[in-house]
């Protein structure tokens, strides 16, 4: 059944390599068909030289002297070479109480999920990483519930092999690959503490070392 989404920001045209990336299974696709909608720009060109160690935090390069963010998180390590783009992309999904999609109508008991994602890219401007958080929308009063958010959080691990696990200052994190193409590259996808989900993807040739400093410089803004 088709996603409720509502759109903010600019709109660019998708690639035929993001499109590929899309379908590797149900949960980038839904992801991704919303991350389009506000910034198409993902699209993976270009090279990158990575190396096989743990590499260093490299310099924060940000328009102003404060640390990037995005939605409540602080980003504290961008890789050498690659720049934090400066625009970003908001949407919203709607879900049934349980994770799954709410339908081509949205009822009273369904929830909206504020999507916020933002990119880095390489210096001929093509698409190295990208972190995406989705905050389930409820009253100040009420907790997100456990059905809600275990359901939100199966949606970004259906048709992946979690490679590990490991703590973030935010949550709990798991690396993972497709189930079904090896050579796709990795992700990450980190259970908040504050039952938020942040889903951290990747260029294929961005290494897993790569990917983990960047979940480990996430911290509460």
Not at 51 to 59: L, S, V
Not at 164 to 171: A, L, W
């Amino acid at each position: 059944m088709p996603e409720i989404l509502k759109t903010t920001d600019f709109d660019l045209p998708v690639t035929e390599e993001f499109v590929h990336r899309v379908q590797r299974g149900v949960r980038r696709r839904q992801t991704f068909r919303m991350a389009a909608a506000g910034l198409a720009v993902l699209a993976v060109t270009g090279v990158v030289a990575v190396t096989q160690t743990r590499p260093e935090p490299g310099p924060i390069t940000a328009a102003s002297a404060s640390v990037p963010d995005i939605d409540r998180f602080l980003i504290g390590y961008i890789p050498d070479g690659v720049r934090l783009d400066e625009r970003r992309s908001s949407n919203v999904l709607v879900i049934r109480r349980d994770g799954t999609d709410a339908g081509s109508s949205a009822g009273p008991e369904d929830l909206n999920v504020a999507t916020s994602m933002r990119r880095f890219e390489q210096a001929n401007g093509g698409s190295y990483l990208w972190i995406t958080v989705l905050r389930p929308s409820t009253p100040p009063s009420q907790v997100v519930s456990a059905t809600t958010f275990n359901g939100l959080l199966n949606r970004h691990l259906t048709g992946t092999v979690t490679v590990e696990e490991f703590d973030v200052p935010i949550g709990k994190a798991r690396l993972t690959r497709p189930s079904t193409a090896k050579d796709a590259g990795f992700g990450i996808v980190i259970a908040g503490s504050d039952r938020t989900v942040i889903t951290i993807e990747a260029n294929s040739r961005v290494s897993a070392d790569i990917l983990k400093s960047v979940a480990t410089g996430l911290t509460p803004a």
